[in-house]
């Protein structure tokens, strides 16, 4: 059987980390389907707020990697649309993919280029339809989104949604009759270590974030949640600043926070360093303004750290099973109340909901349908 071409654009990509989801979820979509389907990836090659490219690997040239990956990465100096469209022109592929909504570089330079040559496309918004992202920068947003609706573009277009909220977001934008394709991101190739019960004093928690610190993966509201929690708490902050602006605020307040509240933002940190840092931690704490997926929350269940998100994600019902709290951001008092109960667990309680995380976490990355439903959604005609 002659195996469909895909050529997926993503302004990152492996071995890059600092952009998170996207690069997760383009990977785990790659690695999971690869036998059925032939990827190549054009893509930049620095990563997310870098501007020094990846050592090891070749710029401007296509490059195998050692897992099987077909790559293409940009330089900096040569990512114009005369080299773009001289790339794709020379490429034979049946569906282009774009994982991105809004990328001058690897969405609105291709579109203009695919559409040209009529080729079929597939663009992944990845969370950024929800109302919550379009009303950050919306006087920028907005009329762009109006553009795509009334182009001509839309007509070799549709949508992967992740979800059943996401499919609704893009059908609020672009109408009824545009084309979703629902198949949820992929999970990373993981398996569940042996269960290590984690010590729990009564009194305190340890938490942690794993996000870039911009608007959207609401750093500055979790701040304020924390200001107003009496018990003792440690909260570990990870990801690469994105906005320095909101960072300014963020940090306004981390110089505020009272002496029960000990908080430190430690930069970036690689995929492969996530566990280690989430050994001694109790729970994730990252109340986002919205996630389409959620690679982090699922990295964090898998070892036993179970979430106190907003309502805003895939990821729901996580009290019930003792996986969370996925609240509303409407009101402070549920994330205090939330953070207050997890203080108030000791090691019985917490290995309680520890189990029932790693439970959630296995019931997903075990299901058959996920591999199958994106397999025969996603890329069918």
């Known amino acids: 059987m002659v195996k469909k071409k895909i050529l997926l654009f993503s302004d990152w990509f492996y071995p890059g980390f600092m952009a998170g989801g996207p690069i997760q979820s383009s990977f785990n979509l790659i690695n999971h389907l690869q036998n059925y389907y032939d990827f190549s990836v054009i893509t930049r090659d620095t ?15 296509w490059t195998t990697l050692p897992n099987g990956m077909r790559v293409y990465y940009f330089s ?45 496309i597939i663009l992944a918004p990845r969370g950024m339809l929800a109302p919550s992202a379009i009303a950050i920068k919306s006087w920028k947003k907005r009329p762009f989104l109006l553009w795509i609706k009334n182009s001509s573009f839309i007509k070799n277009m549709h949508f992967h949604a992740a979800s059943e909220q996401e499919a609704g977001h893009i059908h609020n ?15 990373g190739k993981m398996e569940l270590s042996p269960f290590v019960a984690k010590r729990k004093d009564v009194g305190m928690v340890h938490l942690i974030s794993i996000a870039r610190v911009s608007p959207e993966k609401n750093l500055l509201y979790a701040l304020e949640v924390l200001q107003k929690v009496k018990g003792k708490v440690k909260f570990d ?32 940190i690689a995929k492969d360093e996530i566990p280690n840092a989430l050994k001694d931690v109790h729970f994730l704490f990252m109340p986002t303004q919205g996630e389409n997926f959620g690679h982090t929350i699922l990295e964090a269940m898998v070892c036993g750290c179970p979430a106190i998100i907003s309502d805003q994600t895939p990821w729901r019902g996580l009290e019930p099973a003792k996986a969370g709290f996925d609240l509303p951001l409407n009101k402070h008092a549920g994330f205090v109340d939330a953070i207050e109960k997890t203080i108030a667990m000791d090691s019985i309680t917490f290995k309680e909901w520890s189990e029932g995380t790693r439970k959630c976490a296995a019931g997903f990355i075990n299901n058959p349908d996920l591999l199958k439903q994106s397999n025969s959604h996603r890329f069918a005609d």
């Not at 080299?83 to 993919?97: G, H, R, T």
């Open 47 to 61: 990563d997310y707020t870098d501007t020094i490219p990846y050592k090891g690997i070749k710029s401007d040239v």
């Open 76 to 120: 900096t100096e040569n990512l114009s649309y005369p080299n773009m469209a001289k790339l794709i022109e020379s490429e034979q592929f049946d569906v282009a993919y774009l994982n991105s909504m809004y990328s001058p570089r690897f969405t609105i330079m291709p579109l203009f280029i695919l559409n040209r040559l009529k080729k079929k």
């Open 173 to 187: 934008v672009f109408g009824k009759k545009v084309e979703v394709r629902l198949a949820p991101n992929l999970p």
């Open 237 to 268: 902050i990870y990801g690469p600043v994105y906005d320095y602006a909101y960072w300014e605020k963020c940090k306004a307040v981390l110089n505020k926070l009272p002496e029960n509240i000990e908080a430190e933002h430690f930069g970036p």
